[in-house]
Nanobody
Framework: VQLQASGGGLVQAGGSLRLSCAAS???????MGWFRQAPGREREFVAA????????RYADSVKGRFTISRDNANNTVYLQMNSLKPEDTAVYYC???????????????????WGQGTLVTVSS
């Protein structure tokens, strides 16, 4: 599975961005997630979603501000980010767990497929 993330950019604090992640190749993963990595910091979990969107999970730092969604017909997962803060500045990566896996996890080590990352910069 190849993942292509897009939608990053520069935005002022309080603004919004929507990230997209298009999948191609093999079957679209049941579990898709977004992670982020700020300079000098480890990659951290942001959000994840299952196939039917009946289950989602968010990092505490983004709850109520970010929304993950997916369009299985177009093999795309989204991350709507509202009320952005300077501390949200990071490279954002989309990721997929192995095909057939149905459990949402927050560890990046349990995701097999990764996109190239898209930079989000939030100015104060």
């Amino acid at each position: 599975v190849q993942l292509q993330a897009s939608g990053g950019g520069l935005v002022q604090a309080g603004g919004s961005l929507r990230l997209s992640c298009a999948a191609s190749g093999r079957t679209f993963s049941n579990i898709m997630g977004w992670f982020r990595q700020a300079p000098g910091r480890e990659r951290e979990f942001v959000a994840a979603i299952n196939w039917s969107a009946s289950f989602t999970r968010y990092a505490d730092s983004v709850k109520g501000r970010f929304t993950i969604s997916r369009d299985n017909a177009n093999n795309t997962v989204y991350l709507q980010m509202n009320s952005l803060k300077p501390e949200d500045t990071a490279v954002y990566y989309c990721a997929g767990r192995p095909t057939g896996v149905t459990v949402i996890t927050t560890s990046p080590y349990q995701y097999t497929y990764w996109g190239q990352g898209t930079l989000v910069t939030v100015s104060s």
